[in-house]
T-cell receptor, first 127, second 110 residues
Framework: VRLQESGPGLVKPSQTLSLTCIVS??????????WSWIRQHPGKGLEWLGY?????????SPSLKSRVILSVDTSKNQFSLKLSSMTAADTAVYYC????????FGSGGHYYYLEHWGQGTLVPVSS | QSVLTQPPSASGPPGQRVTISCSGN????????VNWYQQFPGTAPKLLIY???LRPSGVPDRFSGSKSGTSASLAISGLQSEDEAEYFC???????????FGGGTKLTVL
């Protein structure tokens, strides 16, 4: 599975970021993955933004859910991220990824891991 | 401030065994499995260990993971210069209902 992010090279404050992740090597409709977005601020750790499954069901980060919208286009084998009200604090490298997610029967515990990643795209926010 | 706690740095000479710790709580590591990612500068993270102790195809068996209680560890044996990278731990958090990450550990091969 290969993933490739595409989007603007620069976003102005207050604008909405739109990124698309093109998937190859597997069909988004296969149902095997949860299509995810993660970002990494310069020199910092990783922050999960959310995921969408092939049916369009979404799950967002509690801290960003008011600003994030994920969508999927199975006909184009791609999924997309919209992040509104961008500020300089949103400057980061944005990654799309294919995640495996499930739970263990009995223990009730969950597993969620990002098996395949895109190369990432740096999105500066500046006027 | 990351939910999972990792030491910011680790180091060792070639050939040595190094371990990197990851500490959480009963909502994340205590209840769910742990994953480890390896990241080289300027590149995307790569899955190194999943479900606490499983290696994806292609990952050398020099890398191993373990979990006990609310902590996890990544061990790298036979350290090589090519292992110099940043390592992140991650786990699902049942209270936040989202995955959480450690702040990352930069490994230096002396």
């Amino acid at each position: 599975v290969r993933l490739q992010e595409s989007g603007p090279g620069l976003v102005k404050p207050s604008q909405t970021l739109s990124l698309t992740c093109i998937v190859s090597g597997d069909s988004i409709s296969s149902g095997g993955y949860y299509w995810s977005w993660i970002r990494q601020h310069p020199g910092k750790g990783l922050e999960w933004l959310g995921y969408i499954d092939d049916s369009g069901s979404t799950h967002y980060s509690p801290s960003l859910k008011s600003r994030v919208i994920l969508s999927v286009d199975t006909s184009k084998n791609q999924f997309s991220l919209k992040l509104s009200s961008m500020t300089a604090a949103d400057t980061a490298v944005y990654y799309c990824a294919a995640a495996v997610f499930g739970h263990y029967f009995g223990s009730g515990g969950h597993y969620y891991y990002l098996e395949h990643w895109g190369q990432g795209t740096l999105v500066p926010v500046s006027s | 401030q990351s939910v999972l706690t990792q030491p910011p740095s680790a180091s060792g000479p070639p050939g040595q065994r190094v371990t990197i710790s990851c500490s959480g709580n009963s909502s994340n590591i205590g209840r769910n499995t742990v994953n480890w990612y390896q990241q080289f500068p300027g590149t995307a993270p790569k899955l190194l260990i999943y479900s606490s102790d499983l290696r994806p195809s292609g990952v050398p068996d020099r890398f191993s993971g373990s979990k006990s209680g609310t902590s996890a560890s990544l061990a790298i044996s036979g350290l090589q210069s090519e292992d110099e990278a940043e390592y992140f731990c991650a786990a699902w958090d049942g209270s936040l209902n989202s995955p959480v990450f450690g702040g990352g550990t930069k490994l230096t091969v002396l």
